[in-house]
């Protein structure tokens, strides 16, 4: 087994402007801990070429999982790998690693996010640190260095989900929570996740092999732009995820009775759409009757027949309820579920719930937040901990090894839309700390 066992060091950089200081340089000093190792104007490149696919009239990008968009963008994406040196490999899930040997025999330090998209989102969110973890590996080979750990990069498949509503499936199935029983999820156009798979040039027969061993990683890091408005506003540079929050989701489906829209009463309806409107309703009145920072959300009525003149006679819906407090998302989902019962009484409707994903808390590991704030603090930017309140593959593998998150700033907090945005100098902030942690990280863990 491997765990962070941290000997009274100092970063490379802080240890450097100690030697300065006591030389009376305490301009060179300031200098030597805010120089930068990445390359930025690369970075940008990179990031920019790859919003080319699925790129939106609006600006910003549909980049599916499980899509040809995706599968273009992931051929562009193991070129910069294999451009940088890694040795890649597709797991069966899919998940792109490209690995980059230590001079020891110890287990990997792994680091990266994804590249798929939500529908009509932007060109920040998992592309970041995807791109940002392959110019750490750039900025490495720059400065010809060797680490004792083998990096690897990875790039996990189908993190947003809206595709099969499974989130972060590459990494849950890594991390052991998802198995063969996602195969036969099918999507709209009646392909399955296993006919998926076969497209990218897998068999889903060994899915389970992608199943990373416990001890097979000394630390999981994910560089993510923070999705929400509090870096920006309080003008911190770096943001320390403390955990991740908990996720579940239902797919809910409202079934009356389609009938004529000109001849039939109001009082003999048997109205779906009418009961899904109450019951999203119902979302937000449980939700907002609990104190704290959760939230919940119902992305979408799909109503049937559709026509103008049909009363609506099944309407699908999704539930979904996010907090670090698991408990307190089965009291809202109870208090929900009695108003949904109570609304197919009034309506004359039965609707039926089933759960679809269901990803439990996951907490950072203290230590590597230390290094984090370490790493920031030598490159001279300020830092916060903050919780995350969206899922991240981050959180998934943390079930298998000590997990750490950097977050940089969202302008106006938007993120899943065209105008997601964060400053190239706050990209290259991101990627200089995550550089300086993998280095510090790679310096103080020893084996146990």
Known sequence: MYTPRFAGLRLFGS????????????????????????????LQATLEKLSEFGRNSEG????????????????????????AGLEVRVDPA???FGRRSGSDQLPALLFGSHIDSVPHGGNFDGTLGSLGAIEVIRALNDGHITTRHPLEVVIWTNEEGPHFGISALGSGVAAGVLGPEILDRKDDDG?????????????????????????????????????GPVLEETKVQIGVVKGIVSLKRWKCVATGFANHAGTTPMNRRKDALAAAAKDLLAVRDAVRAETGTQVGTVGYLRAEPGAPNVIPGRVEFPVELR??????????????????AQTDKEEGVETRC?????????????????????????????????????????????????????????????????????????SA????????????????????
Request: contains cysteine; aromatic residues 4%.
């Open 323 to 340: 907090d670090l407090d698991a408990g307190k998302i089965e009291r809202m989902w109870q208090s929900i579920q009695q108003r949904i």
């Open 429 to 448: 902030n991101g990627v200089e700390v995550l550089y300086r942690s993998i280095l510090l990280l790679d310096l103080r863990l020893q084996p146990n």
């Open 191 to 227: 392909l399955t996740v296993a006919d998926w798979l076969r497209r990218y040039g897998q068999d889903p027969s060994h899915l389970t092999d992608a199943r990373i061993p416990h001890g097979a990683l000394a630390a999981v890091l994910e560089l993510h732009i923070e999705q």
């Open 60 to 83: 910003g990008v549909t980049r599916l999982g499980f899509s040809q968009t995706e599968l273009d963008a992931r051929t562009y994406v193991m070129s910069l790998m294999e451009d």
């Open 354 to 426: 089933e759960v679809i994903n269901d990803i439990a808390a996951a907490l950072s590991d203290p230590s590597v937040q230390s290094v984090i704030r370490e790493a920031a603090r030598s490159a001279g930017l300020s830092t916060a901990d903050m919780p995350s309140g969206a899922v991240h593959d981050a959180g998934e593998i943390s079930r298998i090894a000590p997990m750490g998150m950097i977050f940089v700033p969202s302008h106006d907090g938007i993120s899943h839309a065209p105008q997601e945005f964060t400053s190239w100098d706050d």
């Open 94 to 96: 899919g998940n792109i």
């Open 15 to 42: 240890i450097l402007c100690l030697l300065l200081l006591r030389t009376g340089d305490a301009r060179s000093a300031e200098s030597s801990a805010q120089a930068r190792h990445i390359n930025s104007q690369r």
